[in-house]
């Protein structure tokens, strides 16, 4: 199935920034004096997609869905258990410390948590600087300029690069997380819940913000959030994961009005919509997120899909192409058995 | 009971009805509770006055800093003391003012008459008390049953907010259950006593939406069958939505504006509701765009509560702005029936909002 995904997205678009193809990351579980692994949790488990210039794909799930350990794995921040990670084309998970660098110049993150994600002791200047000092780019001065630009660009002052992280709210913490990840021209930025600790008002001047230096840069964004309306604001294409797998991935268009996984389906009609007079039908979940050490058999989300059969507690279904770039991994929704190959030779 | 009931599900009448109709079973009138701290006095609630009538649903929303969960945490009269103090107001439920009351009253109305739902379960339960005898605790001490009584109401109860298997969860400790077990157990244990008035202080954030909505669905639905009066505290304008009958917006430690939540979502009399609303992205409204365009922002920063200037706190970042918001704080108006804001210029907010 990875093969045909690839081809597909492969053949519609320029070679992608970011290729992720059935990416494993298991944890393993250790007990008794001994440290025994007794299990493992199965944080990610054979994800793929791709990530093609200037695109924002958006990630979402629920906590503990593996979400962020994708984040971190394509960063090889944690080490993935299997599978391979393309940055600009080159697999980089054999790869060795220092023939990780200039590819760890094209991919930067930011995280969600803007007070711990800076060192507090530290200048704002000196902790947007610090990539360019540790990747030996430019002289001080050179440094110094770039990191007043970056810092306009964010919209901080200056100014402020003397002060110290406690000295900035929240919203501008995260623009000098912004302007730090920016600092090395990376072509991929990973955002992990870069807009969720902020509130209402602060949040759309990031989310703006990170959209207008897309535009200009021809960034691409992996960008994961639990709040299904800001990744539909941000996204051109959008993958819901549940339980270490994606088990949709699809336009943003085509997912919210359309979805096709009844996971997806959930997730968006339980968000609650800002509009009283909406009055919609509402299908509650039942039920708590299983837990990823020993996940349910067959298709994941069988113990709370209201339309599981027999065979879904069984048999995994496959992520196919149930239309035009839309994937859904669902026993309901799969192709006849005439029309599987055509998507693969698509 | 059953006329606030049968209102909500014909949510759009006119707001007289709603008016007149249930006695208020809580008032809080020119509440204020200052910090005294080394910079100054931070007005964490200034002159914030609302009631609540039996068996309605009342939404406060603000972004964080603004007061809502302070305004909770005084009803209780909970303000951590010092550097917190209640220094002017009054909460009355049913007559009675609360501020007023020694100590050892106020603990008779705690957990019996008004409790609370907080944010956080895992802080907020007890790691070493069962489920059950922590929920039995405030049966035992309320309605004075015996320690088995209790036991056996607790496992009633959390059937009631429809816990699997009830006995064997009793039994357990927070740890053994999930998030949104958790926040189920909380509940039980806020409705034990069937108090009159539930505060419930975001009391989803901390849950993923599936669950979000199973809790949110549970709190409606036992509101409206024990006949209680829900505050509920949120930023989530999508909660207050599909939650509320009415709403409080706050900022900067003051109320801004009080409506239906019909009226305010439809025409909001300030200009930060107005930007609040306008700043979110969302799903009703799909643009079909490939990617949409720009969020509308609310310039600047929420203000830090020490020090404030006089007049309005929301000034610096309003487009409405003039020499008179920067001088006097404005005051409460009826903009229309039932529709409070404290703005100088809410026509001209009201002609923005239709251009």
Redesign the interface.
């Given at each position: 199935m990875p093969e045909a995904v690839m081809s597909v997205e492969g053949a519609r678009a320029p070679a992608p920034v970011l290729d992720v193809r059935d990416l494993k990351k298991h944890f393993p579980v250790r007990k008794g004096i001994l440290r025994k692994t007794v299990g493992h949790v199965y944080a990610v488990d054979g994800v793929t997609f791709s990530i093609a210039p200037g695109e924002?794909l958006g990630l979402v799930g629920?906590?503990g869905c593996g979400k962020s350990t994708v984040a971190r794995a394509v960063l090889r921040l944690v080490e993935p258990t299997a599978g391979e990670v393309r940055i600009l084309g080159r697999d980089i998970l054999p790869l060795t410390k220092s023939e990780m660098r200039p590819y760890r110049r094209q991919a930067q993150i930011i995280f969600q948590d803007p007070f711990s994600s800076l060192n507090p002791r530290m200048p704002a200047g000196e902790i947007v600087g610090e990539p360019l000092r540790v990747h030996g780019i430019g002289g001080k001065k050179e440094r110094r300029e770039k990191v007043a630009a970056l810092f306009e660009r964010v919209g901080l002052r200056p100014s402020q690069m003397e002060s110290l992280p406690h000295q900035f709210?929240g919203?501008?913490r995260q623009r000098i997380g912004i302007a730090r990840a920016l600092a090395l021209d990376p072509q991929l930025i990973v955002g992990d819940e870069p807009v969720s600790a902020l509130?209402?008002?602060?949040?759309?001047?990031v989310?703006?913000l990170m959209?207008?230096l897309q535009q200009e840069k021809n960034l691409s964004y992996l960008f994961i959030a639990?709040d299904?309306?800001?990744v539909?604001?941000?996204?051109?294409r959008v993958a819901v994961m549940y339980l270490g797998r994606i088990v949709e991935l699809a336009?943003?268009?085509a997912l919210?009005?359309n979805p096709q996984h009844p996971y997806t389906e959930?997730?968006?009609?339980?968000?609650?919509?800002?509009?009283?007079?909406?009055k919609r039908k509402?299908r509650?979940?039942?039920g708590?997120?299983p837990s990823p050490i020993n996940p349910p058999s067959g298709c994941h989300f069988h113990t709370r899909c209201p339309y599981a059969m027999e065979r879904c507690r069984v048999e995994t279904p496959p992520l196919v192409e149930i239309a035009r770039r839309h994937w859904a991994a669902c026993h309901l929704r799969e192709p006849q058995a005439s029309s599987a190959p055509v998507s693969t030779a698509a | 009971m059953n006329t606030v009931v049968s209102e909500r599900e014909t949510i759009s009448k006119p707001n007289a009805l709603q008016r007149t109709a249930a006695p208020s079973v809580l008032e809080v009138e020119g509440l204020k509770t200052y910090f005294f701290v080394r910079q100054g006095i931070v007005k964490a609630v200034d002159d914030v006055s609302f009631s609540l009538k039996a068996g309605e649903k009342l939404a406060i929303v603000g972004e964080s800093g603004c007061g809502k969960s302070m305004t909770a945490l005084s009803i209780l009269r909970l303000v951590p003391d010092p550097p917190g103090r209640i220094v002017a107001g009054s909460v009355r439920l049913d007559g009675k003012d609360l501020l007023k009351l020694p100590e050892s009253e106020m603990r008779k109305v705690r957990g019996n008459q008004i409790s609370m739902i907080f944010q956080e379960p895992m802080t907020s339960l007890n790691p070493v008390l069962s489920i059950g005898n922590q929920i039995g605790e405030a049966l035992m001490l309320h309605q004075h049953l015996s320690r088995g009584d209790a036991f056996d109401k607790a496992v009633e109860l959390l059937k009631l907010v429809k816990i699997p298997e009830p006995a064997r969860r009793a039994r357990e400790y927070p740890h053994q259950l999930s998030g949104g077990m958790r926040q189920r157990a909380m509940t039980a244990m806020a409705l034990a006593c069937n108090p009159k008035v539930l505060l419930a202080d975001e009391p989803t954030t901390a849950l993923d939406v599936t669950i979000q909505a199973q809790i949110l669905d549970l709190i409606l639905e036992l509101q409206e069958r024990l006949g209680t009066a829900v505050v509920l505290i949120t930023h989530d304008l999508g909660v207050v939505a599909e939650t509320a009958q009415r709403v409080i917006v706050m900022y900067g430690g003051k109320k801004v504006e009080e409506a239906l939540v019909d009226d305010l979502f439809e025409q909001p009399r300030h200009p930060y509701t107005q930007g609040l609303l306008a700043a979110i992205p969302r799903l009703d409204a799909l643009s079909g765009e490939q990617q949409a365009g720009r969020l509308k922002e609310i310039p600047g920063m929420v203000p830090a509560l020490v020090n404030l200037p006089k007049g309005c706190t929301f000034a610096p970042r309003c487009p409405f702005a003039t020499e008179i918001c920067r001088s006097e704080f404005p005051p409460y108006e009826a903009k229309a029936p039932g529709h409070l804001a404290a703005c100088w210029h809410s026509e001209k907010v009201e002609g923005a909002a239709h251009a």
């Open positions: 924002t629920e906590s709210s919203g501008q509130d209402v008002s602060i949040q759309a001047q989310i703006n959209m207008d639990h299904l309306a800001v539909e604001h941000i996204s051109h336009d943003k268009r919210f009005a959930a997730l968006l009609s339980a968000v609650p919509v800002p509009n009283p007079r909406l509402k509650v979940l039942q708590d997120v | -």
